[in-house]
């Protein structure tokens, strides 16, 4: 039998193949193990909390505050453990105004360092914009315990101890520990923004409002981004009659804080003491639009149509103000009970505007409520005696007055009371 002659073996093929092999253990021992598995998701970098940290500072040094306060947040969920990022996002809470959550991350930097004086410092000012005052001052001392020479302590401290004196639960030397306080700030750390803000608060409280306004300028030159140290320029701008000047700074703080009411309602009152009754009405509109459920806005704005003669206007207004009612959202406003101050304003402010509507039934009970309610309020004793006035002259000769309060404006004290020069309570 013949025999099969074998081929010859090709060597290119048997390198081939060895370079087959070679790859298959290639791929199998390095690429796909580096290779993520299908269809999962691929796990994103983690970023530094420092990052976020200098981010925040810099949108703080541009005043963009809520930016700022999420890069914070994202600082604190990356780690949660680092107690200054509580207190920084706290200061920041507060110059927004949001008080209860400035207060509760200033609480978890002090779950994190119990002795961080800072952190009890933030703590008490946010305390004291939720008017627990007691709470407030008792957390600031203790800060100050901590570390004698806090002097943003010292000026959050003379800021609580005029809130204190505004709110009427001071005693007689707690407007002295304020300045002392205050001074001590100053002296501690002259170049801060928050020991010239406390010394222009105290100043203003003390009714020295020409020192004010330069405490609040110094503060405002080292941080021109807070709304409420403007809206205090504006407050002492008025009070020295520097109308144009107190209607710009009002402006500047609607502009950092648009939701506010307050800038809208201090312009409509500036413009209302210099006789500009339409603007002034204008603007005490829109403070409503900004709150609709507040009754101290509705009486302001009841205030400003009867100083303009629009008794109609007023009365509707004025009535949503002390008697409650209904907002246009159809949010339930509730009214004021009758107390001193710019509340005595607003009822016999009503009273007087009922009266010469000839709507005397109502005036005369408004004007006895008056006179038995707020009877050491001399203004508002003249105003419910002048209510009475009104009426007796309607009951004899209601046509002549009716005109005559419909046509020319009348001197009386409603429209004569000076503005209060401290921050207004509402």
């Given at each position: ?39 999962i998701p691929t796990p994103t ?95 600031i001392r203790h800060a100050i ?282």
């Amino acid at each position: 039998m013949q025999k099969r002659r074998r081929k010859r073996s090709n060597p290119w093929r048997i390198i081939a193949l060895f370079l087959l092999v070679g790859a298959a253990l290639y791929v199998n021992q390095v690429i796909v193990p580096a290779t993520p598995p299908l269809f999962i998701p691929t796990p994103t970098a983690t970023r530094a909390p420092e990052s976020f940290v200098n981010e925040a500072e810099l949108l703080m040094e541009e005043g963009k505050f809520s930016q700022a306060i999420t890069a914070y947040r994202e600082a604190i969920k990356v780690d949660p453990n680092n107690p200054s990022n509580y207190v920084t996002l706290s200061k920041l809470l507060v110059y927004t105004a949001n008080y209860e959550e400035a207060e509760t991350n200033a609480a978890n930097a002090l779950l994190l360092n119990p002795n961080n004086s800072m952190a009890y410092a933030v703590r008490g000012w946010a305390l004291a914009f939720l008017e627990d005052y007691l709470g407030a001052e008792a957390a600031i001392r203790h800060a100050i315990e901590l570390d004698p020479n806090n002097a943003i302590a010292y000026a959050y401290l003379a800021e609580v101890l005029v809130y204190q004196s505004q709110a009427g639960i001071g005693t007689i030397g707690t407007l002295d520990k304020a300045v002392e306080a205050s001074r001590i700030a100053v002296n501690l750390a002259p170049s801060y923004y928050e020991t010239h803000r406390a010394r222009g608060f105290v100043l203003e409280q003390t009714g020295n409002y020409e020192e004010a306004v330069e405490a609040f300028e110094a503060a405002n030159a080292i941080n021109s981004d807070i709304a409420d140290i403007h809206l205090a320029l504006g407050r002492n701008y008025r009070i020295l009659q520097q109308y144009d000047i107190a209607v710009e700074e009002f402006n500047r703080a609607n502009a950092l804080n648009p939701t506010d009411p307050l800038p809208d309602t201090y312009i409509s009152r500036t413009y209302a003491t210099i006789g500009e009754f339409a603007k002034a009405i204008q603007f005490a509109e829109q403070a409503i639009k900004d709150t609709p459920t507040d009754p101290f806005l509705y009486g302001n704005l009841g205030v400003m149509n009867y100083r303009n003669r629009e008794y109609n206007n007023a009365i509707d207004a004025l009535r949503i103000s002390v008697q409650g009612g209904v907002s246009e959202e159809g949010e339930t406003i509730e009214g004021l009970s009758l107390d001193y101050g710019r509340v005595a304003e607003y009822y016999y402010t009503f009273g007087l505007a009922l009266a010469k509507m000839g709507q005397c039934g109502e005036a005369l009970q408004i004007s006895q409520m008056l006179m038995q309610g707020v009877q050491n309020d001399d203004i508002a004793v003249f105003n419910a005696e002048e209510i009475v006035a009104i009426c007796l002259e309607f009951s004899q000769d209601p046509d002549k007055l009716k005109s005559l309060y419909t046509s020319t404006p009348t001197p009386d004290a409603a429209s004569e009371t000076e503005e209060t020069p401290t921050p207004e309570p509402e």
